[in-house]
């Protein structure tokens, strides 16, 4: 009967799957799986009895099938127990905005959400005549091997969530107040947010005033002086409320990408507001009035803060601020103090050109951003013939309002850009190429906080730096021109969230570099202005468009048959287009000139084929489009330098790629459904310098040797001998910067994002055998390696760095060390990892201590081991008893994080000789001491020792049954009668009944931290 043979009598499906499916577990989303499965199960017995068909479940599984529905029973129980708890504690958690989930986790419930969208699969395939077999032996057995992976991996989570750490970030870099009156309105504001009666404050004035630098002293005065938690955010000129909405959770941590509606936002915005006691947002750049309900109720919110800057006092008046400070221009002498700061010391002027000087510093009409962009700009100049053909051209220009005068002013100084910069090799369209790199990043948003290292790739792939020999060398002059940007003050320094360094451009000079590029119709900027329609053809897209940004678009459709007439583009940006799905095929036909193409963060499936005629390219930019699948054949891009494809989901590279012959950067990196790296394919691009494969795909060592002008390179390897050929040779070839994964593959391994590459010098060690294979002298020490990760690791000995040793690697260099899940190990440093910032040690079963005190007592004077450690995070060792840093603690000194959970020996943390018992440890820059599940643990430091740690912002300590003291050093107030806390301190985590049962010095300590309990 259709090749199923002779079936005993017929069964329902809800003898098959009854008992497994009417437990009412209905908890989480993964009740759809059982539905879906149940829904399966009936069409398809229903089939088979419409048939007269016995389909018994011991028939159909075979004798030897690895699967049975107990087995798969017991993996959806343990996912269901576990997911909707996970959910639901996740959501808490980061709605306080203290915490976030771990990467880990993260991924799990993708995979999670991956497996019910293979049962939707299922179901519509249940229709075909090869189902059963199909579902119930293959697909079946492979869904049980991911769920077995699933329940595996929940077993070990530890903590769910991470702390948000320092969630007020650092103080903002800002530059010296200049005016009296700046800093009295600094004290006024600040009084201000103290007094519960005054919530909102409006602080306007005209563009280029410094009325952003005067709200980060603010911030950073805040920060210093209070315990209030601090939120930062850049509103703009192209303000929209879903993009406010969207920053202010950005900065809260609170994530509602999952949210459609305002109103919705809305709520959850004041949820998680809500939960905060007493915080301050500051709104900075502010042009149109706020419905402040719409991003949380803000007026409404107890012990909510607001401060906005904006031009306007209508808008200030308009929001509702019960008080506003107008920031003035300078007085003339605070506006020649500024400017002769800003000019320096080593300009020395005579007396004349002093006077030439005041006079310049007239024109500048006491606008701060005006005087520092000119007096940056005149740096060195002492000659007085100079100085007053300044003068002369500026009176000259400058005869209109503030806002034109200011102009001039910024205008005389991008003209003025570097002389040396000035070769006539280096000038093209009549800009050298310092100026087109200041133009270039007009093309961005306003406020736009701008990678560097991502912005030098682009200035590389537009030509606007010089050609080296080495790609490393090119990034080097391109620093070195921002640099030079910053320094006249066209470019302000910032940094992005994750810590990278970026540039931005003040309104003003923004709206200077597009009155340049306004009077030549060669440039058409759009970015940032949320355009839902596609620009008009004719309008936009003219014969003579040279550069085109349409960054940060909500572009979703592309009229079909668009072609636009564009022969001379060279330069297309249209990255973070989210709503972007298709391009039209004819849409890039008449666009022969275009050398960059930038469609990054866009959720295109597929690229249009008048894409494979574009012979000029020179860099293709697609990474983060997660939809993308289809890339067409590239094979007549012989001009293409630069491929980035990062995290796309390709899953064969595209067709005839081995033509581009002239490829020097290619990143694959995160691209997890690519199939195969075709073999031999990389010896073809013998001119690449950097190369990023994604971590599934193990790359030949012989393939990568052979590209001689390779400089980075991330990639997963074989065994650690390969990874020694790559390294150690290096020395005596470019690699200068590598992430090299060893071992299995792993869908936990977190690449570098391309921008971090350079700078790193990593291995990763995964389910890997390091025991020494006998005879091979290949060895790491060729090559300092700054981090190392080992993860599930065999070959480990009792003593960690003599298996390094063994293996060749200098522990001298590591600054970063993660161990985690090896087993051997009992102790795992002496005192040659002498350079360690960062040490994470999770589930070592054998673990003893972290340093071997013997050996640290052998350690030469000149070494002090520990002395660059910031972060120390143990979790799940359950024989350490000692951390073993009794010999250390005074070279803790700019340790800020300590973190020890689920290790069930350990008694105490910070060990003490007898004859320093009673005295003071002193940890300066400990910011957070998270203390978690440890049942043993006594005392932090011994009983008669103090911890001294002004710099403690936040202490947990969760589930220590037997602490009794906290023994922070409490000092006297300024009046010698009382006791004052720690001046940084935040928040005391910790279970009500445990707080009550610790024992004080004085009795007047546990009111001292009543205010910062959290239980």
């Known amino acids: 009967m259709d090749g199923l043979g002779n079936l005993p009598a017929p069964r329902s499906p809800n003898m098959v799957f009854g008992p ?180 909102m404050v409006g602080i306007y004035g005209m563009g280029g005033v410094g009325k952003t630098t005067f709200a980060k002293h603010v911030h950073n005065l805040l920060l210093e002086r209070t315990n209030y938690r601090v939120y930062w955010v850049t509103v703009s000129q192209d303000f929209n409320i879903n993009k406010l909405q969207y920053d202010i959770a950005k900065v809260i941590g609170l994530n509602i990408s999952d949210e459609n509606g305002v109103d919705q936002r809305a709520a959850l915005l004041n949820q998680a507001l809500s939960l905060h006691n007493d915080f301050v947002l500051i709104l900075d750049d502010v042009w149109h009035n706020i419905d402040l309900e719409k991003v949380g109720n803000l007026h409404h919110l107890k012990g909510c803060r607001l401060i906005i800057t904006t031009r306007s006092l209508e808008v200030c008046r308009r929001i509702g601020c019960h008080e506003i400070i107008p920031v003035q221009t300078l007085l003339a002498e605070e506006a020649w103090n500024l400017f002769k700061e800003i000019l320096g010391q080593r300009t020395t002027l005579t007396r004349q050109v002093e006077e030439i000087a005041k006079d310049v510093v007239k024109v500048c009409g006491g606008l701060p951003l005006g005087i520092v962009t000119m007096a940056a700009s005149m740096r060195g100049v002492t000659n007085i013939h100079v100085w007053n053909n300044t003068l002369t051209e500026l009176k000259s220009l400058s005869q209109g309002d503030w806002e034109e005068s200011v102009f001039v002013v910024l205008k005389y100084s991008f003209d003025r850009l570097d002389p040396k910069y000035h070769r006539e090799d280096n000038i093209r369209n009549g800009y050298t190429n310092l100026q087109l790199c200041f133009l270039y ?79 030549n119709p060669k440039f058409k900027i759009l970015a940032g202005l949320s355009l839902v329609e596609f620009p008009r053809e004719g309008e936009y897209w003219t014969e003579d468009l040279e550069k085109m940004s349409l960054m940060q678009s909500d572009i979703s459709e592309i009229p079909e048959g668009m072609s636009p007439n564009c022969p001379k583009l060279s330069t297309l940006l249209w990255m973070w287009n989210k709503r972007l799905k298709f391009i039209p095929d004819s849409f890039f036909s008449i666009m022969s000139s275009l050398c960059v193409l930038d469609l990054s963060w866009t959720s295109i499936t597929s690229l249009p084929n008048s894409l494979s005629g574009l012979k000029s390219l020179n ?71 950097y190369l990023c494969l994604p971590p599934h795909v193990q790359v030949a060592v012989e393939e990568v040797e052979s590209l001689k002008h390779l400089e980075m390179l991330s990639c997963r390897v074989r065994d650690v001998y390969d990874a020694y050929r790559i390294i150690r040779r290096s020395g005596q070839r470019n690699i200068t910067s590598f992430d090299i994964i060893i071992g299995h593959e792993s869908e936990e391994i977190d690449q570098y994002p391309p921008e971090r590459l350079k700078d790193s010098k990593r291995i990763n060690m995964r389910r890997c ?62 005192y040659e990892f002498s350079s360690l910032e960062l040490i994470i040690l999770e589930y070592l079963p054998n673990l003893m201590s972290v340093v071997n005190d013997v050996a640290v007592g052998l350690a030469p004077p000149s070494i002090k081991l520990f002395s660059s450690l910031g972060h120390l995070r143990i979790f799940h060792c359950h024989k350490i008893k000692k951390l073993g840093l009794g010999l250390l603690l005074d070279n803790l000194q700019n340790l800020k994080y300590i973190g020890i959970g689920f290790c069930d020996e350990i008694e105490e943390i910070m060990q003490v000789a007898d004859e320093r018992r009673g005295g003071v440890v002193s940890l300066p820059k400990l910011k957070h001491l998270n203390l978690s599940h440890l049942p043993k643990l006594k005392s932090i430091c011994p009983e008669e020792a103090k911890m001294c740690c002004d710099s403690i912002r936040n202490i947990t300590l969760l589930r220590c049954p037997n602490v009794k003291k906290l023994p922070l050093l409490f000092l006297p107030s300024v009046d010698g009668q009382s006791y004052s806390p720690p001046p940084n301190l935040k928040e005391i985590e910790i279970e009500e009944e445990r707080w009550e049962s610790l024992k004080w010095d004085d009795p007047t300590h546990k009111d001292i931290l009543q205010p910062f309990l959290l239980f």
């Open 769 to 830: 055998n390091l025991k020494k294979r006998e005879g091979n002298e290949e060895s790491l020490v060729a090559q300092e390696i700054q981090e190392l990760d080992i993860h599930r690791c065999v070959g480990l000995s009792s003593n960690f760095p003599d298996d390094l040793q063994q293996l060749g690697i200098a522990p001298r260099s590591i600054k970063s060390l993660r161990v985690i899940h090896c087993e051997g190990i009992e102790c795992i440093m002496n």
């Open 619 to 689: 860099s293709l930019i697609l990474s983060y489009c997660g939809y993308l699948e289809f890339v067409p054949c590239l094979g007549e891009l012989k001009a293409l330098r630069e491929l980035d494809l990062t995290h796309t989901i390709i899953k064969k590279v595209p067709e005839s790629m081995e033509n581009l012959v002239n490829l020097k950067y290619l990143s694959l990196n995160g691209v997890w459904d690519l199939e195969e790296l075709p073999p031999m394919l990389l010896p073809t691009f013998q001119k690449l310098q």
């Open 441 to 519: 990043c007009s093309l961005y948003p306003e406020d736009y906080k701008i990678d560097k290292d991502n912005l030098i790739s682009r200035f590389i792939s537009e030509k606007f730096i010089d050609k080296r020999k080495r790609r490393g060398e090119e990034y080097d002059l391109g620093h070195a021109m921002l640099d030079k940007l910053v320094n006249l003050c066209l470019l302000e320094s910032t940094r992005l969230i994750k810590g990278s360094d970026a540039v931005k451009m003040h309104d003003l000079v923004r709206d200077m570099a597009h009155k340049i590029t306004r009077d």
């Open 20 to 199: 497994y499916l009417e437990n009412k577990i209905k908890r989480g989303k993964l009740v759809i799986m059982f539905d879906l499965l149940k829904k399966a199960s009936e069409i398809v017995f229903s089939k088979l009895a419409e048939k007269g068909v016995d389909y018994g479940v011991e028939t159909v599984m075979g004798g030897d099938s690895k699967f049975t529905l107990e087995t798969l029973e017991i993996n959806l129980k343990s996912l269901i127990a576990h997911v909707s708890d996970i959910e639901e504690q996740i959501k808490n958690g980061e709605q306080s905005g203290k915490k976030k989930r771990k990467r880990e986790v993260e991924n799990w419930l993708k995979e999670v959400k991956i497996i019910e969208s293979k049962f939707l699969e299922l179901e519509k395939e249940v229709q075909e005549e090869n189902f059963i077999r199909r579902f119930l032996r293959d697909q079946a057995t492979k869904l049980n091997a991911r769920l077995d992976k699933l329940v595996e991996q929940s077993r070990h989570f530890g903590e769910l969530l991470l702390d948000v750490y320092d969630a007020n970030g650092p103080p903002l870099l800002t530059s010296k107040l200049f005016g009296d009156a700046f800093g009295e309105n600094v004290e006024k504001i600040l009084q201000w947010v103290v007094d519960e009666k005054i919530s």
